[in-house]
């Protein structure tokens, strides 16, 4: 192609100067990023994996261009290649169907950071933040427009607009300017007049994405319908983003999809889970997709508020621990290899029947795009493959996004390499080369021809909701909403009463923008005769979060009548963020639905619905199951009693509890109590049984006595011939009860018999079975044997999850004894256990084995810890808090969120929190020389009750606690865990209480000025 003004430019960041510095094919850019020894050791030797550069040269681009086989009647077009464009990542089209390529050349380590750490995926912890534009170091990404300016079909004018971005990964056009996603931060550029030349300097609309693994960090920017800025966040990356809109953080670890409100600022997530998120695609309904790197699927389908599959140990828990299930991938039938990461569904009119309605998903793994049909599958989607579309025997073409454009076209993006793995931390990435496709019907040319649509008429922009492209369509929506011109509004209105064509949807979407959705037309589209529409009038009731009177009334009446499973996918959705007493009006209609039971989505939507509002709506929820046809109720059965009973148990406190036994007290018949019974006694499995009411406390007493003296678990006791190897069989059936599955763990523990531990491990390995982990955990303490150590190494980052007390407990066990410490440590030196995330009383009870090379090793990552005193000068540390805290009155609320993830865990106040350190209520709360001293260093005064005992048992282990009972032949021991030890006395070489407190030293390390002045508004507050 042709480029006007322009001057190509081959180059790359040298990360060991910030500098410009030409690029060379084969070279190795990645020796300046190390800022420790730990990195520098695993850059030099980390093996690399998956498709790594093979030395191989690039073909021409002409020349591959004729290396690709296509299905009958498709035709692929070189658009533009390198050295106009170099490593393109993403696309994007603005108002003018101008094409926009965003340039990922800094990829794979950010200009100006050092790597102070690696873990075993690669993650990567830099030793700072990078500075947002201009102030940070430049990097190497660009943002460039290309443009068809005669129609033939062909780009011949190019323009760099946004240069020295520093890992940016996609841009968004619209709504007054030009939108970046350049993790960790949210860019806008105002630029009014369109001229492309921003404004000002970029303004910071989100902050606190991301940046571990570059591979997977924020990507593609979307307009939604609605007016809000969809994007994705990939599965090996955190963020902790601050909603402008409330001043609170949303924080999340790994894939999911996220949405920003640019008028009022509003920041939340969509929905969370699947592969890594690196593709997003809105359809024409609003349905919201995206590709995945899993197999045997074309990807994900995301309900709003809904919670998808990820690897939990590697990619964390998701943010509900409460929502005790998760959606698959979309079933599929086809071509099962990995990874359609690019996904689109086409919906451009331009190819007729052949491709209508298909995902267009290319798979730069394997060099081929294919082209699935999507199918209804209940309320969700199933995808059954076609003729592949596109395929070659060039081992570069990695195409890396693909998406419909205003031409009616699919263009896709080919980072060009011959290595695709990100899976070594290595940078010989070619960065040099780069196409992007056209796909297109054969002999035909395809040309946008709609002008500037942000400077059409509003009544021509109305006229393009029936454009047979769905991006001319919603640009148009959004073009008029932005314009703000509510004199439409009565056509608007008219064109959805008549509900005739597409333009139904885009009307109301239209109208939304302009504010002109009222009560009355809400209720009227409730009944529209338009599916879709429907839908989206209860998902904009449910984003404004408030319904009252005649709204609700009507939203209780649709739940009872409405005919199509995705809108009651939606009335769950929307029931999550509407008012409890609307909340449970809709669920109450929602659960009479019985067509729904067997539905892939819809009853653990009606679940997460009713689990917002198990505490907000309490008393709503006992009113409704003061009746008694909800427990005859087959969907309120199988998939909410027992979730609630479980619910309100793990969040525990008294209104928790109290809420138990009004479930087991409204139980209409002795099924039903068993049934809670059972998800009552498998919370408490493997973590302490908490002080609860006295009606719970004796039915669960019976109901334990009960599994206690099943069948098995008394043969297994009684040593009968044969039992060892049944209960190895049954601990791992799920139709069991949790309660007789926990206690033939135990007993196969006290068996002593070697051979049970495979069983235990393949425990740790289960789905969605935290309880019963922990309980496997604590009786493999039991053996000294590395396979124990083994098996729970091995699936420290995969089956064994954060939540719910599992990983902490596996800590636990392992610290326990001297040689599983030790292989502990080999792991925290790999960073594949954080340091940071161990507790204090893990790294003393690892002290304990008094091993002299432990202990330097434990020195080098906790110093203060193994000083005993956190090593903080306590004159001095207390009058800099006291200095902070006269400099401003604290925030009680915020300062609450302090102390809950700080202090909570161990010690009560006002009655929250946990009951192993001292109940803090009754301190002298307004004294700061009480505080202080306290928190900075725990174990200057150690408190009769609240010693640290430590165990030293004859089998090799330790284990450490608060003393919580001792009798003549027993101990028990409760960690900061919570978890209880029961110890045999003869069992006991020695018990000492120890020097050092298990409250964790320093514990205010790392907090701002203004979250001290909040945590101790809150501690002292009268």
């Known amino acids: 192609m042709t480029l006007n003004n322009f001057t190509a430019g081959m180059i790359a960041v040298c990360l060991i100067t910030g500098g410009i510095l030409p690029a060379q094919d084969g070279k190795d850019g990645s020796a300046g990023v190390a800022g420790s020894d730990q990195a520098a050791e695993v850059i030099k030797t980390f093996g690399g994996r998956g498709a790594l550069a093979d030395g191989s040269k690039p073909t021409p681009p002409e020349e591959a261009l004729g290396k690709f086989t296509l299905r009958d009647g498709f035709e ?20 003018r169907g101008r094409l926009w390529v965003v340039q990922y050349r800094q990829y794979q380590f950010p200009a100006g950071l050092k790597i102070v750490e690696y873990d075993n995926h690669l993650r990567a912890r830099f030793d700072k933040i990078p500075l947002p534009p201009p102030a940070g170091e430049k990097g190497a990404d660009v943002i460039s427009v290309f443009e068809d300016t005669d129609k033939d079909g062909v780009f011949d004018s190019k323009k760099d607009v946004i ?103 509003r920041f939340e997530i969509y929905a969370e889970g699947g592969g890594n998120t690196f593709s997003l695609d809105i359809d024409a309904v609003g349905h919201v997709f995206s590709g995945t790197n899993n197999g045997n699927t074309r990807g994900m389908f995301y309900p709003q508020g809904s919670y998808g599959s990820k690897s939990w140990g590697k990619h964390g828990p998701l943010t509900n621990p409460y929502a005790f299930g998760y959606f698959e991938h979309m079933e599929h039938k086809g071509d099962d290899r990995r990874f359609p990461q690019a996904f689109t569904i086409y919906e451009g009119g331009l190819f007729g029947e052949n491709l209508a309605g298909r995902i267009v998903a290319p798979n730069s793994l394997h060099n081929l795009v294919w082209a699935s049909r999507l199918e209804r599958n209940g309320s969700t989607y199933r995808t059954v493959d076609e003729a592949n579309l596109v395929e070659t025997g060039d081992r570069w073409f990695r195409p890396v996004y693909a998406g419909l454009a205003p031409d009616g076209a699919v263009y896709m993006a080919d980072w060009y390499d011959s290595r695709l793995s990100h ?42 909701f029936s454009h047979p492209n769905r991006m001319i369509r919603r640009r148009s929506v959004l073009e008029l ?140 929820i006992a009113a409704w199951l003061s009746r008694v046809e909800p427990w005859r109720n087959p969907i309120v059965q199988e998939w909410l009693l ?70 098995l678990v008394l043969r297994l006791k009684s040593g009968e011939a044969g039992a060892l190897v049944e209960a190895q069989r049954a601990v791992l059936d799920p139709k069991l009860p949790t309660g007789v599955r926990a206690g033939l763990i135990r007993q196969l523990g006290a068996s002593g018999d070697k051979s049970v531990i495979g069983t235990m491990i393949k425990i740790l390995s289960l789905d969605q079975e935290s309880a019963l982990k922990r309980v496997a955990l604590q009786t493999m303490a039991r053996f000294d044997d590395e396979a124990v150590a083994n098996g729970i190494i091995g699936r420290y980052g995969s089956t064994l999850p954060a939540e719910h007390g599992v990983r902490s407990t596996a800590e636990r066990v392992l610290a326990g004894r001297p040689h599983w410490a030790i292989q502990m440590m080999d792991e925290v030196d790999k960073a594949v256990i954080k340091s940071r995330d161990l507790g204090a009383d893990v790294v003393q009870l690892m002290l304990e084995h008094k091993d002299p090379a432990l202990n330097e090793r434990i020195q080098k990552y906790w110093p203060g810890i193994a000083a005993g005193s956190g090593g903080i000068d306590l004159t001095a540390e207390s009058a800099r808090i006291k200095t902070v805290l006269s400099g401003g009155a604290g925030d009680e609320t915020a300062g609450k969120v302090h102390f809950t993830t700080r202090c909570a865990t161990c010690h009560q106040l006002f009655g929250e929190g946990m009951k192993i350190g001292p109940d803090l209520t009754g301190y002298e709360r307004q004294n700061l020389d009480f505080w202080i001293p306290s928190i900075v260093n725990p174990s200057l005064e150690l408190r009769e009750g609240y010693l640290n005992y430590v165990a030293s048992m004859k089998d090799g282990r330790k284990v450490i606690g608060l003393m919580q009972e001792q009798t003549p032949r027993t101990v028990t021991l409760r960690d900061l865990a919570g978890q209880v030890s029961l110890l045999d006395r003869t069992e006991m070489e020695t018990l000492e209480a120890s020097p050092i407190s298990l409250m964790p030293p320093a514990l205010l390390t790392g907090m701002s000025d203004e979250d001290l002045r909040d945590l101790f508004a809150y501690l002292m507050r009268k």
């Open 642 to 711: 027992t979730r609630l009973m479980k619910r309100y148990a793990i969040a525990g406190g008294d209104a928790n509890f109290q809420s138990c036994a009004m479930l087991l007290e409204k139980a209409p018949d002795e099924s039903s109590k068993t049934q809670l019974l059972e998800a009552l006694q498998s919370s408490f499995e493997g973590v302490p049984m908490p002080v609860l009411p006295d009606s719970l406390t004796e039915a669960l007493k019976k109901f334990s006595e009960q599994l206690g003296d099943s069948g």
């Open 423 to 464: 899976v070594r931390p290595v940078d010989d990435w070619h960065k040099t080369s780069g196409r992007v496709y056209r796909l297109q019907p054969k002999e035909v040319t395809p040309v946008y021809e709609e002008g500037d649509l942000s400077k059409r008429p509003a009544e021509e922009l109305i006229s393009l």
């Open 76 to 95: 692929l077009k070189l658009i533009v290649s390198e050295p106009e464009v170099e490593q393109p990542l993403s696309l994007a089209w603005d108002a």
């Open 481 to 620: 909403g932005w314009r703000g011109d509510a004199s439409v509004r009565d056509q608007l209105i008219t064109m959805i009463d008549d509900a005739e064509g597409v333009q139904t949807l885009e009307a109301l979407w239209a109208i939304n923008l302009l504010g002109g959705l009222t009560e009355e037309l809400k209720v009227r589209w409730l009944t529209n005769p338009d599916t879709h529409v429907r839908r989206w009038v209860v998902r904009l009731i449910g984003d404004e979060g408030n319904a009252s009177g005649a709204v609700a009334t009507a939203l209780s009446d649709l739940a009872l009548s409405e005919s199509d499973v995705q809108v009651r996918v939606q009335l769950a959705s929307s029931a999550k963020r509407l008012p409890s007493a609307t909340a449970m009006g809709i669920i109450e209609g929602l659960v009479q639905q019985q067509d729904d039971l067997k539905d892939p989505h819809q009853p653990l939507m009606i679940w997460w619905a009713l689990e917002a509002h198990a505490e907000s709506g309490r008393a709503e």
């Open 163 to 265: 240069t020295g971005l520093n890992i940016a990964t996609s841009v968004a056009i619209g709504a007054g300017g030009i939108w970046v996603a350049n993790p960790p931060y949210l860019l806008f550029y105002p630029d009014a007049d369109g001229d492309d030349v921003p404004d000002t300097d970029p303004v910071v609309k989100l902050s606190g994405f991301g940046i571990e693994d570059t591979h997977s960090v924020m990507n593609s920017l979307t307009w939604g319908p609605d007016g809000w800025l969809y994007g994705v966040n990939g599965s090996t990356t955190t963020g902790k983003v601050i909603n402008p809109a409330t001043g609170k953080a949303v924080a999340w670890q790994g894939q999911m999809v996220w949405r920003f409100h640019p008028p009022t600022e």
